[in-house]
C-alpha cells in the first residue's frame, strides 16, 4: 500500500509548496525534506544563506517558523517569502572582519 499522507501532512505540504512558489519567484531555492514530517529547507543560490522553515498549527490557522526568530502566517506565502529573502540576502555593507564588532 501507497504511503498516503493524512489530511494534516496534506495541508502542511500545501502550505510548503505555496511558499516554496513564493520563494522562487523572489530567486531563492527550496526543497521539501523530512518524509512524514516535511519542513522546507530554502537557501539562497548565491551566498548559500540557508534556513528551515517549519508549517505549524496555530490557535488562529497555520504558522510558517523558521531560524532566528522568523513567524509569519501561513495566510500570506508572499509575505513569508519576502521575510525569509531580507534573511537570506541582507542588505550589502562593510565585510565583518574576525575580531572586530
Known sequence: MPDVPNAFTQQRLVHLDSL???LRRRGLTSRKVGGTAPVLWVWHPENF?????????????????????????????????????????????????????
Open 49 to 101: 544563506r540557508q534556513t528551515i522553515v517549519f508549517a505549524t498549527p496555530a490557535a488562529d490557522g497555520w504558522l510558517f517558523l523558521w531560524s532566528p526568530d522568523g513567524q509569519e502566517s501561513a495566510d500570506d506565502p508572499a509575505h513569508a517569502a519576502e521575510a525569509i529573502g531580507k534573511l537570506l540576502n541582507p542588505p550589502p555593507g562593510p565585510p565583518d572582519r574576525p575580531g572586530h564588532s
Open 20 to 22: 516554496a512558489t513564493e
